[in-house]
T-cell receptor, first 114, second 115 residues
Framework: AQSVAQPEDQVNVAEGNPLTVKCTYSVSGNPYLFWYVQYPNRGLQFLLKYITGDNLVKGSYGFEAEFNKSQTSFHLKKPSALVSDSALYFCAVREGTGGFKTIFGAGTRLFVKA | DGGITQSPKYLFRKEGQNVTLSCEQNLNHDAMYWYRQDPGQGLRLIYYSQIVNDFQKGDIAEGYSVSREKKESFPLTVTSAQKNPTAFYLC??????????????FGPGTRLTVL
């Protein structure tokens, strides 16, 4: 069965510092991996996805994520955090071969302090 | 949230009452989804629909019903059989269906509270 884990409930960083939000996954086939961001009382906004190809994926708002097959990870990164990046971040996975359901992690709350 | 609207933004339900949450999309997407979000949990799939007049149960369909009479609309009814309906409900759509690489795009959500 496919699953996704976000091991940190909360991540705190200072503005201007690099940030990392962790995600590990489990699927039986090739994974499709997604990151979304959610601001309070809003829907999820798509940030980026990995389907195939280059392991480093660049997305919206300066975010990027690195697919690591051996570690089954897809960590979200940004070189320099902004206060406005403070939000709830969700990692999601779908099995690439015949998979039809997207599984979402529990979310990681990011606080960026000025 | 562009292209997907949900109404109302806030909804209050009395015990034993059915309520319907609206979801409309103008993205011409084939597939639509309903998720439930509870604090500290990921999104859980309630129902999904790949084409008009067809829909399937997700992981937590009990106490919910849907219809897909038009491509752009996928309303969700929360029935009195749903024992703990207080949650944030999210509608999403994607272009080519559930088994594709296409990204799901989300509406702004409806917060349902049982009084």
């Amino acid at each position: 069965a496919q699953s996704v884990a976000q091991p940190e409930d909360q991540v705190n960083v200072a503005e201007g510092n690099p940030l990392t939000v962790k995600c590990t996954y489990s699927v039986s086939g090739n994974p499709y991996l997604f990151w979304y961001v959610q601001y309070p009382n809003r829907g999820l906004q798509f940030l980026l996805k990995y389907i195939t190809g280059d392991n480093l994926v660049k997305g919206s708002y300066g975010f990027e994520a690195e697919f690591n097959k051996s570690q089954t990870s897809f960590h979200l990164k940004k070189p320099s955090a902004l206060v406005s990046d403070s939000a709830l971040y969700f990692c999601a996975v779908r099995e690439g071969t015949g998979g039809f359901k997207t599984i979402f992690g529990a979310g990681t709350r990011l606080f960026v302090k000025a | 949230d562009g292209g997907i609207t949900q109404s109302p933004k806030y909804l209050f339900r009395k015990e034993g009452q059915n309520v319907t949450l609206s979801c409309e999309q103008n993205l011409n997407h084939d597939a639509m989804y309903w998720y439930r979000q509870d604090p500290g949990q990921g999104l859980r799939l309630i129902y999904y629909s790949q084409i008009v007049n067809d829909f399937q149960k997700g992981d937590i369909a009990e106490g919910y019903s849907v219809s897909r009479e038009k491509k752009e609309s996928f309303p969700l009814t929360v029935t009195s059989a749903q024992k703990n309906p207080t949650a944030f409900y999210l509608c999403a759509s994607s272009n080519r269906g559930v088994a594709s690489t296409d990204t799901q795009y989300f509406g702004p959500g409806t917060r349902l509270t049982v009084l």
